[in-house]
Structure formats: C-alpha cells, structure tokens
C-alpha cells in the first residue's frame, strides 16, 4: 500500500540510479515525458529529472519518429533515463525494426493487445513491458487483472474523445479519484491530459506511483516547449 500523499514532504531528491524523484525518502515518482523528437527537449527532460522518455512509432501522431531517428535520439538518456518505445497494435516486423535499430529500455504496448500478446511480445523481445489502459469509469479498472503478473507496467490513460485518430496524445484527463484506493497488484503510471496546471492534483488526489506526460509540455502538436518542461518538473516537485 503506497503511503498517503500528505506523508511526503516537500524535500525532493534526485536518485542518481533511478532518476526517479524520493519524497522523503518514502517512495520514489517516476515522470516519463513522452513524444519526444529533439535533442534540446530531451535534454530539458534530462535535466529535470525524468526517469522514462518516450518515442512514439504511429505515423498518425504529430509525434512520429522513425526506428533510425529513435535510435539517435536515445543516445542522450543512456545511463539517465529508460528509453520506451511506445507502439500501437504493432506487428512483429515493426516491433523488430524498432527493437534492432532504438534499442529501448521498454516496449509500451499503448492499442488493444491482450494479455497473450503482451506476455509474446516480452518473450520474443526479452524487455519490460508497460501495457496502457483506457480508463473513464469504474468498471475500465478490471481488465487490470488480466495484466498482472504478464505486463511490467501498467499506464492508466484517458479514453481517446469519439472521432481521434489517437489512442493517446489527446490531452485528455480521467476522474483520478478512480485510482485514489486502487491498489492494482502492479506497478503503473497515471497519464492523459496532465500538464504543469494540474500535475499537483493529479498527485495529491491519485497518489501514483509514476506519471506520463505528453501535449500538456507542449506549445503546438507535437512540439514540446522546454519551458513548459521545466514547469511540469518544479510544479510535481512543489506536489
Ligand atoms: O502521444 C501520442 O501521439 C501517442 C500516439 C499513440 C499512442 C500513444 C500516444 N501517447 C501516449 O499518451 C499519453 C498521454 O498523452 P497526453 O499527455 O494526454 O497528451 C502519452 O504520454 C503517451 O504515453
């Protein structure tokens, strides 16, 4: 059971291992800022402390990157952050390009894999994978257990509005009172619609163990803004 949030205290530290951020010394955040695609926005993500950056394989997504660009991208977060590879419904040739040439850290799996596919895909690739979830009522939390001892993670993420030709990305949040008693039996990180306005809430009132970001850093679609950024960072720090 993770610690209610008003036992963490404002001191933050940086774990030089994890890159994950320790209140207190109670338990670590992990912040992955994903839909990446330069090398100045992943260095402001650096800088802030981030412990996951996430590249986006889905052509439709004003985030795209290719196996190659991915592959050069990442080079900046060896040894500081794990590098996820964020695929949708993905075939094995794709999987393979991006697994050869990016080398991630993790795969996350953001369509409509089950849980046969996911435990497929962590075999043939041997690396963590996080599966995402689509979440707007109660009843979006009980595929949950299908995932657990089969995914590494889990990303609890808004439902895509009617009429998006993306899964993710949408910058749109969910009731995060859903999670405040969840305890799911696996690690995971709370995501859609989070930006530097309402990171606070989403942690004081969800208390996750991690967060994704993704449109709220941004000053366009697909255009992450450092400054933004860095407000996301000391706004989840000031949490
Ligand atoms: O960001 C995208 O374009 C994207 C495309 C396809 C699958 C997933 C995608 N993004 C994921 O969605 C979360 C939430 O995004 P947001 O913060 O609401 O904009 C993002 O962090 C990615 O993991």
Redesign the pocket.
């Given at each position: 059971m993770r610690p209610p949030p008003q036992c963490r205290e404002a001191r933050v530290s940086l774990d030089s291992h994890r890159r994950s951020w320790h209140f207190a010394g109670i338990m670590p955040l992990d912040i992955k800022i994903?839909?990446l695609s330069t090398p100045e926005t992943i260095a402001a993500v650096l800088d802030g402390g981030a412990s996951h950056v996430?590249f986006?394989f889905?052509p439709k997504?004003p985030?795209n990157v290719t196996p190659a660009q991915a592959a050069l991208l990442r080079q900046a977060a060896i040894g500081r952050a794990k590098a996820v590879a964020?695929t949708?419904d993905a075939s094995d040739d794709f999987l393979d390009a991006i697994v050869s040439q990016m080398k991630p850290d993790m795969l996350?799996l953001?369509g409509k894999e089950t849980p046969e596919r996911v435990t497929y895909v962590r075999e043939r690739y041997n690396l963590p994978v996080m599966k995402a979830l689509s979440v707007s009522e109660p009843a979006d939390l009980l595929p949950i257990q299908g995932f657990v001892g089969v995914a590494d993670r889990l990303?609890l993420?808004a439902k895509a509005p009617k009429g998006s030709e993306?899964?993710?990305?949408?910058?749109?949040s969910f009731d995060w009172r859903l999670l405040a008693a969840l305890d799911p039996g696996l690690d995971y990180m709370l995501?859609?619609?989070?930006n530097p306005d309402n990171v606070g809430d989403a942690i004081r009132i969800a208390n996750p163990p991690g967060l994704?970001?993704?449109?709220?850093v941004e000053s366009a679609p697909g255009v992450k803004d450092t400054g933004l950024i860095r407000d996301f960072f000391e706004a989840a720090r000031k949490a």
């Open positions: 994903c839909g996430g986006i889905f997504s985030r964020v949708v996350q953001h990303l993420d993306l899964p993710g990305g949408n910058g749109v995501s859609g619609g989070l994704d970001v993704s449109s709220g």
